[in-house]
């Protein structure tokens, strides 16, 4: 595994960042893995000042295709060092980021071909003129991603951004800039101009802050927390710019009265466990219809019981380590305030006495949908159990919070999925799976989970300004100057 020097991308040049060192560590074992100095206000300056490329824009689609579709493959050659890299810096399982690799080069791909096939429209006569829609880059756009799936979320930033021609400025969270600075590489590699894109990593209150308050970058796309998208929608506002906003949730997974046992439980644990709970839309609320609650509560507690926790380039890890000991600290103080709100501790909730940031898989019963803990998102291996009594009940708790961004439904009836499934209020809806994700698939968040959409064919064209054209069809000129 090589680890990138102390440089960052400004304006497709590598030098060390103007900003504070950061140490990134391997959570597994609380080892150093590399310094990398943060961007500045200065760099981020650089960078938007030369991102806007006339030549990249001008390009014909099929040849700025021909360049993504390099990207994919050159992320599938280097595919398992990618890996590593991010195993190394985030915790995360191998399984989990070859799977965010390969995310990753489709990623490319997708929009390589969505970009060859996209039309403008031939809007319908009204009158002595013929009526075209068409679409144009922005410019310059930043990209923000968070830490629990580098790789993948720079994909889905990037590639439509530069398939709509834009340049772009990736800010990645400032604990894991690794995998973004390797893929990086690889873009330019592949040959795409180098000043399109800078990777600027820092902290949001410094480099993210210089990036979104830049008077040249025209779009902001970004993932993470409720309150720093908050921040960042008051400065769009005073810019009149558009952002595109993934943001937290405490997602609610249900389980109906028929479901199959196997089946819902495997999917749970799925749901809320994979990633070590580190995904805003992992399942956190699990309801239990009530007539079988005992018998749901022992499954999970059993299955959540014999995952394997351990250090992510470990194959048969199931639960790796927390990202960060800060992060670690977190969650379990959080799983402290769950037991002084009440909550009954099923399975886990202490840290273990391993060397690294590890928490183990945790279920809490005995609160109420209204407690803080199932309503505030705690980004880890924790989830709650709430009975409910029918549907109704169901429903009007599912729904009882500020978030909106996922759900799941375990059944063998398709009208009841339905049914739920429409009355639940949530971006992304899974029936009888979980945590399943197509680049073809729009994505996107209801209430304070996100505004606008990722993703899906149309990903485009939310990285660029629509224009009308209207050509004069008439011989004679206006009426109205007579």
């Known amino acids: 595994m090589t680890v990138p020097a102390d440089e960052i991308l400004v304006a497709g040049r590598w030098r060390r960042g103007g900003g504070a060192p950061l140490e990134c560590v391997d959570p597994a074992t609380g080892e150093p893995l590399a310094v990398v100095h943060a961007a500045s206000a200065r760099d981020v ?48 399982a191998l399984r989990e980021t070859r799977a965010l690799v390969a995310s990753a080069a489709a990623t490319f791909r997708f929009y390589a071909a969505a970009l060859e096939t996209m039309e403008t429209a031939l809007t319908p006569q009204r009158g002595p003129y013929l009526t075209m829609s068409v679409y144009e880059p922005i410019g310059v756009v930043g990209a923000i991603t ?27 969270a400032e604990a894991t800039p690794l995998v973004s600075l390797a893929l990086a590489r690889l873009v330019l590699e592949a040959g795409v101009p180098a000043p399109l894109l800078s990777v600027l990593p820092g902290s949001g209150s410094v480099v993210g802050d210089a990036l979104v308050r830049h008077p ?9 927390g409720t309150s720093t998208g908050r921040a960042i929608g008051r400065i769009a506002a005073e810019k009149i710019m558009p952002v595109t906003m993934e943001l937290g949730g405490k997602s609610p997974t ?52 014999r995952l394997r926790l351990g250090p992510g380039v470990a194959g048969d890890t199931q639960v790796a380590p927390l990202v960060t000991f800060a992060h670690r600290d977190r969650v379990a103080a959080l799983v402290d305030r769950a037991r002084e709100e009440g909550a009954r501790v099923l399975c886990g909730g202490a840290v273990p006495s391993s060397a690294g940031a590890y928490y183990p898989p945790t279920l809490l019963e005995g609160l109420p949908n209204t407690s803080k803990t199932c309503q505030e998102e705690i980004f880890g291996p924790v989830g709650v159990l709430l009975p409910y009594v029918d549907e109704d009940d169901l429903v009007r708790q599912a729904n009882d919070s500020v978030y909106g961004l996922a759900c799941g439904i375990w059944t063998a009836d398709y009208r009841r999925a339905w049914r739920i499934a429409r009355r639940v209020e949530a971006g992304t809806v899974w029936i009888n799976t979980y945590k399943q994700f197509s680049i073809s698939t729009p994505f996107s968040g209801m209430k304070e989970s996100g505004l606008g959409v990722d993703k899906g064919r149309d990903g485009i064209l939310g990285y660029m300004r629509q224009k009308s054209v209207y050509w004069g069809l008439d011989e004679g000129p206006l009426p109205w100057a007579g």
């Open 146 to 172: 968070p830490w629990n799936s580098p790789i993948a979320s720079d994909a889905q930033k990037i590639a439509p951004a530069l398939a709509a021609g834009n340049g772009v400025l990736l800010k990645p």
């Open 216 to 224: 040249l970058v025209g779009k902001v796309a970004f993932t993470g």
């Open 254 to 305: 249900i389980v109906c009265p028929d479901a199959s046992a196997e089946q819902a439980v495997a999917g749970i644990l799925y749901g809320i466990f994979s990633s070590t709970g580190q995904s805003c839309i992992a399942g956190s609320r699990i309801f239990l219809p009530a007539a079988r609650y005992d018998e749901f509560r022992d499954l999970l507690v059993a299955g959540a019981s």
């Open 45 to 92: 300056d650089d960078a938007a000042q030369a991102a806007a490329v006339p030549e990249w824009a001008a390009l014909l689609p099929h040849e700025r295709a021909r360049v993504l579709m390099r990207v994919g493959d050159l992320i599938e050659r280097d595919a398992d060092e990618l890996a590593l890299l991010q195993t190394r810096n985030t915790g995360k």
